[in-house]
């Protein structure tokens, strides 16, 4: 840490050294670049450091774990999840107990501020699905999450030492937020109370599957979690509500300033709002970007500009520099910057002197309209190369859904479930959260009808990891640079659409040897339909392929292995068993495909295995998900280690992981 501060020091001191000198504007502007990454750098270290928490290892038996309940997270396919904060885990010392855990409970989920005992097989967060895949072990560790478990039994409740103050107001405030969501779950039902509750406090727990594959298809999940666009209306509906209830008190409106009162007013409502939400990441990005809008008001300058926009991703960044490769932040930023850039292009309307109302009315719908839509499909174009590249799955009538829930989100649900959930304490929130109901079920109903137009979703294979900042540039090109020049980075911004893919793999085997899918044409055929489908839908989603199941036909299965009975029916033979097949079952293995997994170690080969490729659980434990290559006469591995790399979060690789095949 001391060399990347002491360079973050000397840089940042060139600089100020040099722009008080006068030296030249290229010299100014070099020293500053350095500062820059000498300074990101320093902060990045600092970060990691100050986050720096036990990662709770592999144990090979189940454990029995005490804690407290810190709030309910989102369902999982295995049923309800809660974070805990351990208090004491079997077989772990205190300095190796994990600060949180996620865990996957029986039944309904206990609540918050909830002491528990758990029978359950703890892990350490898991690996990318594949090479180059979503990372949930990074994500984890920056949120201070050590660990997952899975409950083997029902939850109890236990008495524990009381908790320190802090996860104490943690969990006062997180069981206030699901209280709020049971209540307007009961108000409005399952399916409607469910959406508006993730919309409210952030709890997806009575979101059904099907729904959020219906938000998913027709581009409108971006809906339900919390972020710059639900911070944007209530902030908004807060600045302009007090705006105009100052405004129509004239005594007052003479005496103070309106604008800065309901800017003051937003930002209060914005830190309440964030609380609310649980201050999930993308919430407290937004935040940040609108109370620098809010602030601007404050001081006199102008609230919607790129130079606002820049201090709020700067601010962002010095707090959580590992925001800068997650999707919530790209996306947000360059939809943001587009809509800014659109703001200062967008020509100045002409105001109309003695227009008879009907016209006006026409002319003012006709207006919002086309602002409507040009910002929709602006901040559509900005965030799309971001989504093909993370997400591998385009919404293609997402413009349409989200032009027809547009007026219903905005000027509807958002504010009348704001009011109803800010009065619903009170017991007076109910008139309000019936609107909000009836918007949900408007939402759905445009989501639905157009999640089921024939080609609604289609899937795009991730472009190589370059390719992604390409897109990135023009994009920025395009926003910041004025005149018709711009439409020179439209290339460049549809990088990602237009680059050539790389052949798919031939194969895919998942972390531990449990699953494997192997390529046909355009489809990843899956050895053992219904175990893990996550990781096997996010590896061939990444690689453009449309999953499905292994045929009955030219297969042998047994409980603990499948193997094909010729060459053409697949090329690898998967046996699942935590123990090692003995030397007739691995013959036979051998004898059916030309690779051969293995769950366990194996500890001799028999003749049969020669000129095979042999994968078993020390490769896994070493290497974790791998991708083959066929290449002549042999395979080409790429292991989930290589491309992780040796991190913080990560289990180190063993050295004998091969970087170059198998």
């Known amino acids: 840490m001391w060399p990347l501060l002491g360079m973050a020091v000397t840089t940042s001191g060139g600089w100020l050294f040099a722009r008080q000198r006068g030296l030249a504007r290229a010299w100014v502007w070099l020293l500053l670049m350095a500062a820059c990454l000498a300074g990101g750098l320093a902060v990045a270290k600092i970060r990691t450091e100050f986050v720096a928490a036990p990662i709770a290892p592999a144990l090979s038996r189940p454990t029995v774990i005490e804690a407290w309940v810190v709030d309910v997270d989102s369902p999982g396919q295995r049923g309800a999840r809660v974070v805990i904060a351990p208090v004491r885990i079997r077989g772990l010392a205190p300095e190796q107990t994990p600060v949180r855990l996620r865990a996957t409970v029986r039944g309904e989920p206990p609540r918050p501020g909830e002491a528990i005992r758990l029978f359950a097989i703890l892990n350490p967060p898991p690996a990318p699905a594949s090479p180059g895949a979503y990372d949930f072990g990074r994500n984890a560790f920056f949120q201070g999450m050590g660990g997952v478990a899975f409950a083997l039994g029902e939850t109890r409740r236990i008495d524990l030492a009381p908790a320190p103050w802090r996860l104490r107001l943690s969990m006062t405030i997180n069981g ?43 581009g409108l999940a971006h809906i ?11 902030g908004g509906f807060v600045f302009f509500g007090v705006r105009l209830g100052v405004a129509a008190w004239p005594w007052l409106a003479l005496r103070i300033s309106g604008k800065k009162i309901a800017a003051t007013a937003g930002l209060i ?8 939400s649980g201050a999930p990441a993308p919430a407290e990005r937004a935040a940040v970007t609108a109370a620098i809008a809010f602030l601007a008001i404050l001081l006199d300058r102008q609230a919607v500009t790129m130079h606002g926009l820049a201090v709020a991703a700067f601010v962002v960044l010095a707090l959580q520099p590992e925001a800068i490769v997650t999707p919530g932040f790209q996306m947000s930023f360059a939809a943001t910057a587009a809509l800014v850039a659109l703001v200062e292009a967008w020509p100045k309307r002409m105001r109309e002197i003695s227009v008879p109302w009907p016209i006006a009315a026409v002319q003012r719908f006709g207006g919002w309209l086309t602002a409507a ?17 993370h997400f591998n799955r385009t919404a293609v009538y997402g413009l349409l859904a989200n032009l027809g829930t547009a007026p219903i989100a905005d000027f509807i649900l958002m504010p009348t479930l704001a009011l109803g959930a800010a009065l619903e304490p009170l017991g007076l929130g109910a008139p309000f959260l019936a609107v909000a109901g009836w918007g949900v079920e408007a939402m759905l109903g445009v989501g639905g009808w157009t999640a089921g137009l024939p080609g609604a979703v289609r899937t795009i294979a991730s472009a190589p990891d370059y390719v992604l900042p390409i897109a990135f540039l023009g994009v920025l090109f395009i926003c910041l640079w004025r005149g ?12 990602v659409l237009l680059w050539p893919r790389p052949a798919a793999p031939d194969l895919w085997i998942g972390d531990g040897g449990t699953n494997a899918a192997f390529r046909q044409a355009d489809e990843a055929v899956v050895v053992r339909p219904g175990v893990r489908e996550f990781a096997v839908d996010l590896w061939s989603r990444r690689r453009g392929l449309e999953m499905t199941d292994r045929p009955q036909d030219g297969w042998t299965c047994a409980r603990f292995a499948c193997r094909p009975d010729t060459s053409a029916s697949g090329p690898i033979a998967l046996w699942w068993g935590k123990r090692s097949p003995d030397a007739d079952q691995m013959e036979a293995l051998c004898r059916s495909a030309p690779v051969v997994s293995v769950r366990a170690a194996v500890p001799t080969l028999p003749p049969a295995c020669e000129g095979r490729l042999v994968l078993d659980g020390i490769d896994y434990a070493r290497g974790g998900a791998v991708e083959l290559w066929r290449e002549g006469q042999g395979w080409r591995a790429v292991w989930t280690t290589q491309a992780r790399g040796r991190r913080p979060w990560t289990r180190q690789p063993d050295p004998d992981v091969s970087d170059s095949g198998a």
């Open 269 to 276: 409502a914005l830190a309440v709002y964030l609380v609310v």
């Open 224 to 234: 339900l979690s919390v972020s710059g666009l639900h911070m944007a209306i209530v």
């Open 176 to 218: 206030a937020r699901y209280a709020l969501a049971e209540r307007i779950v009961e108000r409005l039902g399952v399916r409607n109370g469910g959406i508006a509750a993730a919309m409210t406090t952030s709890h997806e727990t009575w979101i059904s599957q099907d729904d959020l594959d219906l938000m998913r298809d027709s």
């Open 484 to 495: 018709r020049l711009r439409c020179l980075g439209a290339p460049f911004a549809a990088a």
């Open 373 to 389: 839509v040009t910002a929709s499909l602006v901040a559509g174009l900005a965030t799309g190369p971001f989504a093909m590249q």
